[in-house]
């Protein structure tokens, strides 16, 4: 062939090819104009912050030109645009310093997952068949405020509620004042992984019911009791950083770290020594730890730091908690206790902390407290090494609800929670979450009128009559004030990183123009136009505040403050009350009860944070379900754990099926033989078990929440979800069971290859 | 002074956390491939943490180890490659290139590490998941093997940053993107060519050691063994 020929051959298939495309009405789409500059192949950075779990870390966003394809003025289209590429740590976020963990990570796949709800919805099937249909926004907010109208004329407002996850700053600001302007009670806060009991307990001994912040970087003796704290557990990167400095950061001097928990964690693994104790005690191995560390510091005549009275050992000094004593409930021997006592009194600063299934048990205020009097024994609280709590600045509203009245769980428990003419849920899962016993699916097919914010159908929101898809967290103005994991007050701020995709509106400026239509106290209770102009009046009032801060510009302030992606306040420095008399109260030992007779359920059930899907909020996200789990590497799935003795006497294998009954519910899952799980344990991960969360996360692994009872904790009233007995039986067939160590070749055959 | 990157992993700071590991997924568009293909041991990671148990319950010790490339000096994928896929580069890295690579997968078997994975189908991102791909990375398609590069664009990136404002690379500077995600900062990424450098440095520590050394590999990448405690070291 003649060249000439080949390329007139080469235009004609090229012409055609084209020609042919246009048929497709995906080659038809709109092409939009840019609505921003950018220079093609170069990254820039711009400041976020993460929201997949409340630590409240600093984030930074890789931002590179791409094309996609978008939604604009109600019209899909391509348009060239800035688009988040990668998410990592902001370097000068007090709280995580320029890291990130693995599910932060995995959050930008939230913005980009295929299963977004990309227009507003309404239902038009049944209650909870997930059958709906695309609603233009006017059409929505209208329905929105007929319905809140007329509950108004019936004077029925206190019965309009607000159900939210996690949320704090401007955004819970904004959504209390809305309420208080309709007349409704103040929002209800759904979060499954706080620590309501931990909270109690330093609002009893320290008079802030906060959690607390460790300073790692200079201790020399670690005990946690039942916490995740390296991965799971209130601020994991901020912990693990600290962590990391404690074993190798200062030369010849390495940290001692030891663990106590029934089921070995991700973090038990890192321990020197870990130590089962039988649950529910460890309350009560921390009061022996106390009375060895006081018989110790008597014999030294030492005394705890700020402690200067006299008699202050002498409630500890009781025969009650001397190891024998607590040797013989919760199994840990004497001798140990003694040893780990000696060793922190030889190794100051030492610092106890408590957390997980250890405060999920009826007794879990004992064990809380009692671990608060651990550390005041050591001389740990407020000082270096030791425990402390991030100060929130007096002059900015830390809105954030701490009381049990807005307690969405607690309310459940009590039954405090009925009738609900209409219900608003932003960024909670209850119907996920919660254990069967509560009939949350009941209550929400119950309740006449049901709004979502919701950016994915799942098990909460596809109850909804209306669903209207918030921006994604990178599409969107945030505001956080982290609660722990830092030593001085930070406010974290960030606008848009990128624009939206979908047909989606901001939370906050739906809640606006709600405000608005509806006219009156509602109206002039949010008086801003934006939730920008909101953020930007609230941290005008912080600048206000800080006499330190000579910057009398504050468009100048605010750009700043942009451009980092937050504030820093090293002027307001942790401060803890001074230490009283009656802080050595020695907490009673009361026994833990557990659901479910000893007999016929002998096995003690405890549900895990998952390191993947914490608690379950992020398993829609394919890169999280492929991870393999630290310890046992399973995959888009959920196991049960099963100790090697206990399994080779019930004649189980490594993926054998197991049926998992308690005395609410049952469920069948493959089991995992792990060698770090007591005998009378059974252990499984929280998250999946969706009925409904997108192609990736549904009908996948089982929830354990499924099969728990409505165990309370003593006096606090939180769910105790590790008091659930359970017994264990074959099924008799091979469960779906994905492990990364071993492939499929090697399985069943006793070898592990890799 | 050419340079000659190399690593150290600390494993008495490495908590298995597996930040690392999405933050490789992340930059280097490696895909998932869903369920059944993971059931048959086709998962795409480049970086891997392995866990091993000492002992038995309760007195149980656990090592995360992460695994990824080692780099090897003396690498066993390199000269088995037909086509030249797998070869050395000047900086010492074992590098991959994706054109040349036609899927005999015999480096994959040569390799004692397994830190090679093979794509046996196209890669697949559900839409709009393909916006999250960084276009500084190739996609590799079904018949091609990949594996860790240490980063390779970030490294470049650095060293076209630096050779534009006309000086050298500072410590620290080229990151990839498991060291830069690494809270408690247990992995080290460095030149070993300057003996004053951090991870030439963690390099000659006495908890060093090489993963599978009596191959004569020669790997670039140190592990630090996990301490233990006693009432002297502190």
């Given at each position: 062939m003649e060249r000439r020929d080949f390329l007139k051959l080469g235009v004609l298939t090229g012409a055609t090819a084209t020609l042919a495309s246009c048929e497709k009405p995906a080659q038809q789409l709109v092409r939009f104009i840019p609505e921003e500059d950018f220079v093609p192949g170069i990254a820039t950075w711009k400041p976020s912050l993460c929201t997949v779990c409340p630590a409240g870390c600093g984030m930074m966003v890789r931002i590179l030109d791409g094309e996609a394809e978008v939604v604009r003025n109600g019209q899909r289209g391509l348009i060239k645009m800035g688009l988040a590429k990668k998410l990592e740590g902001n370097p000068k976020h007090p709280v995580n310093r320029g890291k990130l963990c693995a599910r932060g990570q995995a959050g930008l796949q939230i913005t980009y997952h295929p299963d977004r709800v990309r227009t507003p919805l309404r239902r038009s099937g049944q209650r909870g068949s997930g059958v709906f249909h695309a609603i233009g926004w006017d059409e929505a907010l209208s329905e929105i405020v007929v319905k809140l109208q007329e509950v108004r004329s019936r004077q029925r407002t206190n019965s309009i509620r607000f159900v939210t996850g996690w949320v704090r700053g401007q955004r819970r600001e904004l959504i209390n004042k809305f309420l208080e302007g309709l007349g409704a009670p103040r929002a209800l806060e759904f979060e499954p992984l706080d620590e309501p009991v931990l909270r109690r307990a330093n609002l009893l001994d320290f008079g802030r019911p906060v959690l607390p912040s460790f300073d790692f970087a200079r201790s020399n003796y670690v005990i946690c009791f039942g916490a995740d704290f390296l991965g799971t557990w209130n601020s994991p990167v901020a912990q693990s950083i600290g962590y990391g400095e404690m074993r190798r950061g200062r030369p010849g001097n390495r940290g001692k770290f030891v663990q106590v928990e029934q089921r070995m964690s991700q973090t038990g693994a890192n321990a020197d020594e870990w130590v089962p104790c039988s649950p529910g005690t460890e309350g009560l191995l921390a009061l022996g730890l106390a009375h060895s560390v006081v018989m110790e510091k008597l014999r030294r005549s030492e005394q705890p730091a700020g402690v200067h009275n006299r008699d202050w050992a002498e409630p500890l000094t009781t025969e009650t908690y001397s190891p024998t004593e607590v040797e013989k409930k919760t199994g840990v021997r004497a001798s140990s206790i003694e040893r780990w006592a000696r060793e922190m009194a030889d190794h100051p600063p030492a610092v106890a902390l408590i957390g997980g299934a250890a405060l999920a048990h009826t007794n879990g205020l004992f064990s809380a407290l009692a671990v608060n009097l651990l550390n005041r024994t050591l001389g740990s609280v407020g000082t270096p090494g030791g425990v402390f709590f991030t100060p929130g600045s007096p002059a900015i509203k830390v809105a954030r609800s701490l009381s049990q009245n807005s307690d969405f769980l607690s309310q459940l428990l009590s039954g405090g929670f009925e009738n609900a003419e209409a219900l608003f849920l932003y960024k909670a899962n209850p119907v996920f979450a919660t254990p069967p016993g509560l009939r949350m699916g009941e209550k929400l097919t119950r309740t006449p009128f049901i709004v979502s914010f919701s950016s994915f159908i799942d098990e909460t929101s596809v109850f909804a009559d209306l669903i209207l898809p918030d921006h994604s967290p990178l599409e969107s103005w945030l505001d956080d004030v982290p609660e722990s994991g830092t030593s001085e007050a930070v406010f974290t701020l960030a606008r848009p990183v990128m624009r939206p995709l979908h047909d989606t509106r901001a939370m906050p400026e739906v809640v606006m123009d709600i405000a608005n239509r509806l006219g009156g106290e509602v109206r002039e209770a949010l008086p801003w136009k934006t939730f920008e102009e909101m953020l930007q009046a609230s941290y005008a009032q912080l600048a206000r505040s800080q006499p330190c801060n000579s910057t009398q510009d504050f468009d100048k302030l605010w750009e700043q403050i942009l451009e980092q992606g937050g504030w820093r306040d090293g002027n307001c420095q942790l401060h803890l009350p001074e230490a009283s008399a009656s802080q050595f109260r020695v907490p009673e030992f009361s026994a833990p009860t557990f659901d479910g007779n000893e007999q016929e359920f002998p096995f003690y059930f405890q549900p895990y944070v998952s390191g993947a899907f914490l608690d379950g909020s992020v398993a829609h996200l394919p890169w999280m379900q492929e991870l393999p789990d630290a310890l046992s590497t399973a995959m888009w799935g959920t196991w049960l754990e099963v100790n090697p003795k206990t399994a080779e006497k019930l004649q189980v294998r490594q993926g054998d099926l197991i049926r998992v009954r308690s005395p609410h519910g049952t469920l069948e899952v493959p089991a995992v033989i792990n060698p770090g799980i007591a005998f009378d344990v059974l252990a499984m991960p929280m998250g999946q078990g969706h009925e409904n969360f997108g192609r990736y996360g549904s009908l996948r692994g089982a929830n354990p929440m499924r099969i728990l009872g409505l165990s309370e904790v003593r006096e606090v009233g939180a769910l105790a979800w590790a008091a659930t007995r359970v017994n264990l039986s074959k099924v008799g067939q091979k469960g779906r069971l994905v492990l990364a160590a071993g492939a499929l070749s090697e399985q069943g055959r006793d070898l592990e290859l890799r | 002074m050419s340079h000659r990157w190399g690593m150290a992993v600390d494993l008495d700071r490495c908590t298995g956390c597996s930040a690392c590991v999405v933050a490789c997924q992340a930059e280097n568009n490696i895909p998932t491939v869903g369920e059944e293909a993971a059931r048959r041991g086709r998962t795409m990671h480049w970086i891997r943490i392995e866990r091993y148990y000492e002992g038995e319950f309760p007195n149980l010790r656990v090592k995360f180890q992460p695994v990824l490339c080692q780099q090897c000096d003396n690498a066993p994928c390199e000269p088995v490659c037909p086509t030249y896929a797998s070869y050395h580069t000047a900086e010492g890295l074992n590098g991959q290139v994706y054109n040349r690579c036609i899927g005999t997968r015999y480096c994959a078997n040569a390799c004692?590490?397994?830190?090679r994975t093979f794509n046996f189908f196209n890669p697949v991102w559900d839409k709009p998941l393909d916006l999250q791909l960084n276009p500084d990375v190739s996609i590799r398609q079904v018949g091609m093997m990949e594996k860790c590069t240490f980063c390779v664009q970030r490294i470049k990136a650095t060293e076209i940053q630096a050779e534009a404002e006309g000086r050298e690379l500072t410590e620290g500077e080229p990151t990839p993107a498991c060291v830069q995600s690494c809270a408690p900062k247990a992995i080290t990424f460095g030149d070993l060519n300057d003996p004053e450098s951090e991870v030439s440095r963690l390099a000659r520590s006495r908890r060093g050691t090489k993963l599978l050394d009596e191959l004569g590999t020669q790997p670039k990448i140190t592990y630090l063994q996990r301490d233990s405690w006693d009432d002297k070291n502190s």
């Open positions: - | 004692p590490y397994t830190v």
